[in-house]
């Protein structure tokens, strides 16, 4: 979905704003993409602020003024209650983002189209912004507010995002912007400052209403309000003293702190919420002070969860792992400890089976609350000797995260998010993903990671019927068109992994299976064909298929992690013997049930799709793309696969052999059991 498909609105809580507020508006109205709706609450204004965006309303529809009352509250709180106002008033209508602007900016004409096609590009982002300067100096120092950090003064909320965190929360000493971004990345949303644009902040902040001598006091007792940690607190206070006002600053930042402790002033944020962002400090604190060792700055008091571990707290950070390149060719023993994620999934189970029957004594496998656990639990009843543990737990839980790799020397990451959403397969393939990853650089026990991920994120548009499609053809360069949520995520999963293994020298392996079949998967592979109108339309033809039997895909995906010297390879899994989508379809009818099917020439439902492409963009989306060119060409284009690499360079085999293991596919079909 690209920027111009996005369709937001703005809201504004505007208080004797008649220095700037006109700038502001300007600065919207000259935007190249416009909001559909822009609501500019005016917070009981006594000077012309309300002349002014009326003025303005006049002359564009799409700009609306509400007055609230005169009030005896604090500003902050009442600025809350302003956009609860325009809430209510913008959520009748149809848009995808809602973006919340201070009176007093200004930015350039592309400023909300950049924002946007950001939104666009990543599924899982769920508020975006920039950095902003006031007298053209830049306030913040990143290194204390870091990328993830969103100012207040443009706040770009995915719509989806801004309902699930509830938006504003009222908070007397301010503060609720910050809360609103922070609630996001607890609940497993990005949140990103971008360095590429800039707004321009017209009034200091704190100047509205304060001395400048007191806004560091006030500042330092909303820290305490907020629920930061008094480490986090003193360091900060400890920089500011090197900043204007000199010393004076950081003191009094440090004493408003303290004052709000002494008075333990009530907290207006849940504890949840405390928690969370006292973890991100600290994770922030060690990269801040590489040299501090973990007993200096302590973990966290483990909280009650679902995984009996202590936890510790993590945050997106460029930590870098200065793991000896020697550490990443290490053998390593069997008494290490082996993580599995999505370890009772499908493939998971199996890969825990290889491990176990490789003679591997420790073992954690980690699944989500809901899953079914009771094929590993019989597993692991074959194997009393080995130290197993099964956790529940979720990736997108940073603690959780915290939990399950501590300690790990090798993980199998096996999770992953399916299904028609974008924003549900983004974050919790891509999501969970950066967090375990996060997790291992703050552990820096990891000598690899395998990434399990798919196939399908090769595109073969550009390849001849017949070519052969192995690791060395090209990624899927055109995702918008392919429109497939899973592939998008899946390939975005395997981006992050290749910039952690570049960036921080993480020693990664990616796996991608082709299409995994066995016990357990009660369906036929969507590469023989489909049923969505209503009857069986065969389109494989005589093509081969890319199978692999679980078992044998659960053996390379082992393999990737234990044989040394293959960092930063990629490895396509594809068994031996491969059967034709015909012979498939035929032996499926004569050992498994027999039903009705159409043959449909690959070139008559290429031209299907071509013409399906066509009415969703005249349509702008009424019907989705959902039958494309390029996923038709990927699933249903003739080719030849290759599993060689496989055989060279971590000398796989399939252990089961195609014969057999249709045999036990047909079987498991047929009556629900498996002949393994």
């Not at 197993?388 to 090798?410: F, K, P």
């Not at 969970?432 to 650089?441: G, W």
Request: aromatic content about 10%; glycine content about 8%; overall charge positive.
């Amino acid at each position: 979905m690209s920027s111009h498909h996005l369709k937001y609105v703005l809201m504004t809580a505007a208080r004797n704003e008649e220095a700037f507020l006109e700038q502001t508006i300007r600065s919207v109205v000259a935007q190249k993409a416009l909001p559909a709706k822009w609501i500019v609450v005016s917070d009981g204004s006594t000077d012309q602020t309300d002349e002014i965006v009326g003025k303005y309303a006049a002359q564009h529809d799409w700009i609306q003024l509400l007055r609230a009352p005169e009030h005896g509250q604090h500003e902050f709180a009442a600025k809350v209650d302003c956009l609860r106002a325009a809430w209510e008033k913008l959520r009748p209508l149809q848009f995808d983002s809602i973006g919340n602007l201070d009176a007093d900016i200004t930015f350039e004409a592309d400023y909300m189209s950049f924002l946007l096609e950001k939104l666009a590009g990543e599924p899982g982002l769920g508020v975006v912004g920039t950095r902003f300067t006031e007298n053209a100096r830049q306030v913040y120092d990143y290194k204390f507010m870091n990328e993830e950090h969103v100012s207040g003064g443009v706040q770009i909320f995915r719509r989806a995002c801004f309902e699930e965190v509830g938006g504003y929360i009222p908070m007397r000493s301010g503060g609720e912007d910050w809360a609103a971004v922070t609630s996001a990345r607890m609940k497993g949303w990005r949140t990103r400052s971008y360095a590429e644009k800039l707004f321009v902040h017209h009034r200091p902040m704190g100047s509205n209403s304060q001395e400048r001598w007191s806004v560091h006091w006030r500042r330092g007792e909303r820290d305490y309000l907020t629920g930061g940690h008094p480490l986090w607190q003193l360091s900060r206070s400890a920089y500011q003293t090197s900043k204007k006002p000199y010393i004076v600053g950081g003191l009094f930042l440090l004493f408003g702190f303290a004052w709000a402790f002494l008075r333990r002033m009530e907290r207006p944020v849940p504890e949840e919420l405390m928690h969370f962002h006292r973890s991100e400090q600290m994770a922030r604190l060690r990269r801040l002070l590489p040299l501090a060792s973990k007993r200096v700055l302590p973990d966290l008091p483990q909280r009650s969860t679902s995984i009996p571990l202590g936890c510790r707290g993590l945050e997106s950070t460029s930590q870098t792992v200065r793991t000896e390149e020697a550490n990443f060719s290490a053998t390593m023993a069997a008494s290490d400890w082996a993580l599995v994620t999505g370890a009772g999934g499908f493939i998971g189970v199996k890969v825990v089976e290889s491990l176990l029957k490789r003679g591997w004594k420790k073992i954690r496998c980690l699944v989500r609350p809901s899953s079914d656990t009771a094929s590993l639990k019989l597993l692991l009843e074959q194997y009393p000797a080995a130290q197993v543990q099964i956790i529940s737990g979720n990736l997108l839980s940073r603690e959780h995260c915290a939990a399950a790799t501590r300690d790990a020397r090798i993980v199998f990451h096996l999770v992953t998010g399916r299904g028609k959403s974008f924003p549900g397969c983004y974050q919790n393939s891509v999501v969970t993903t950066r967090n375990l990853l996060d997790a291992l650089v703050a552990e820096r026990a990891v000598v690899r990671l395998v990434n399990v991920s798919t196939f399908a994120v090769h595109s073969n548009m550009n390849l001849k019927p017949g070519g052969m499609l192995d690791e060395s053809c090209e990624i899927e360069p055109n995702l918008e068109e392919r429109y497939d949520a899973y592939v998008y995520a899946k390939l975005k999963q395997d981006e992050l992994v290749a910039d952690y293994h570049r960036q921080h020298g993480l020693p990664c392996v990616t796996v991608r299976p082709g299409i995994v079949f066995g016990r357990g998967k009660k369906t036929i592979p969507g590469a023989v064909g489909i049923d969505t109108f209503g009857f069986f339309l065969h389109l494989g033809g005589g093509n081969r298929l890319p199978l692999t039997y679980v078992d044998n895909c659960a053996d390379a995906i082992v393999l990737a992690g234990l044989v040394k010297g293959v960092e930063g390879q990629i490895f396509n899994v594809v068994d031996d013997d491969l059967p034709t989508s015909r012979s498939f379809l035929r032996q499926y009818k004569q050992e498994v049930r027999n039903f009705r099917s159409v043959a449909v020439p690959y070139s008559m439902f290429y031209l299907f799709c071509h013409l399906w492409e066509r009415y969703a963009k005249t349509s702008q989306g009424q019907l989705p793309p959902v039958f494309n060119r390029r996923a038709c060409a990927f699933m249903w284009k003739r080719h030849r696969f290759s599993n060689q690499k496989l055989k060279d360079k971590l000398g796989w085999k399939p252990a089961i052999p195609m014969a057999d293991a249709l045999q036990r596919y047909f079987a498991y079909q047929r009556h629900g059991v498996s002949l393994a």
